[in-house]
């Protein structure tokens, strides 16, 4: 693959992940880590680690459009904290967990969340 049209195909990944995260409120985690993973042979840790980082400016777009709109509350920095909290905890030991444990972890979140939609 061509260094543009890899640079293109990221740029069309992270539209998609920008314009889901941006409907449905949801990290783009849940898109990016999968197509990064299945589509283009990333590593699962370094899908997670560029799916992380790139949700700081999506985050930080949507969060300002919202703030504009009144849709943030103080609750939002007590959730931010935790989510803080969480993330150091789990980015730093990422690494040593086994790369299917992730995969599987991910799937049941994922099947749980859909489950959760389609019945309730």
């Known amino acids: 693959m061509g260094i543009i049209i890899a640079k293109l195909l990221y740029l069309l990944i992270g539209i ?3 314009v889901i995260a941006g409907l449905f409120g949801i990290g783009g985690g849940v ?5 990064l993973v299945y589509l283009l042979s990333f590593h699962e840790d370094v899908a997670q680690g560029i799916s992380l980082a790139a949700t700081v400016p999506i985050s930080m777009m ?8 009144g849709n943030l509350t103080k609750d939002l920095l007590w959730i931010s904290l935790g989510a ?9 030991i990422v ?3 086994p790369t299917y444990f992730l995969k ?3 799937s049941v979140i994922l ?3 859909a489950a959760r939609m389609l019945i309730f």
């Open 84 to 92: 803080a909290l969480g993330s150091i905890f789990t980015s730093s």
């Open 62 to 69: 949507a969060s300002y459009i919202h703030y504009k709109k």
């Open 104 to 106: 599987m972890i991910f």
């Open 95 to 97: 690494g040593y967990l």
């Open 111 to 113: 099947l749980f969340l």
């Open 16 to 18: 998609i992940t920008g």
């Open 31 to 35: 898109i990016m880590v999968p197509i």
